[in-house]
Nanobody, 127 residues
C-alpha cells in the first residue's frame, strides 16, 4: 500500500502564496498518479490538479490554471502544489491522493479514483 502525508497549509491574505507537500511512501515504483483535491467549507470535495509522476504530465481544473502548479521531486518522493495569487474562494482543506501509476489520471476526463489518501491540510485565505 501507499502512504500519503500532506503538509504546508496555513493562513494567508488574498494574493499570497503557499506551497503544499505530499510525501508518498511505501513504493519503489517510479510512476504514480498523484492528485490534489480540496473541500471548501460546506461544499463537496473537488479536483484541483493531478500529475502522472513517471511521465510528468499534469492537468488542472480551470479555476486554478495559471495560479497553481503541481510538480514532482522523484528523489524526495514528494509532489508539490504551489498556490499563487490565492483568493478567498481557495479556502478549503486540501487533500493529496495517490495510486499506482500510468496515464489514466491525466488522459481521462476526471482525475479518477484513488485508494490512498492523506489526512488533509487546511488552507485559509483572507480578503
Amino acid at each position: 500500500s501507499l502512504g500519503v502525508a500532506e503538509s504546508g497549509g496555513g493562513s494567508v491574505q488574498a494574493g499570497g502564496s503557499l506551497k503544499l507537500s505530499c510525501l508518498i511512501s511505501g513504493s519503489t515504483w517510479t510512476t504514480h498518479c498523484v492528485a490534489w483535491f480540496r473541500q471548501p467549507p460546506g461544499k463537496e470535495r473537488e479536483e484541483v490538479a493531478v500529475i502522472s509522476t513517471g511521465y510528468n504530465r499534469t492537468k488542472y481544473v480551470e479555476s486554478v490554471k495559471g495560479r497553481f502548479t503541481i510538480s514532482h521531486d522523484e528523489a524526495a518522493n514528494t509532489v508539490y502544489l504551489l498556490l499563487n495569487s490565492l483568493k478567498p474562494e481557495d479556502t478549503a482543506k486540501y487533500y493529496c491522493a495517490a495510486d499506482w501509476g500510468g496515464m489514466w489520471c491525466v488522459d481521462a476526463p476526471t482525475f479518477g479514483q484513488y485508494d490512498y489518501w492523506g489526512q488533509g491540510t487546511q488552507v485559509t485565505v483572507s480578503s
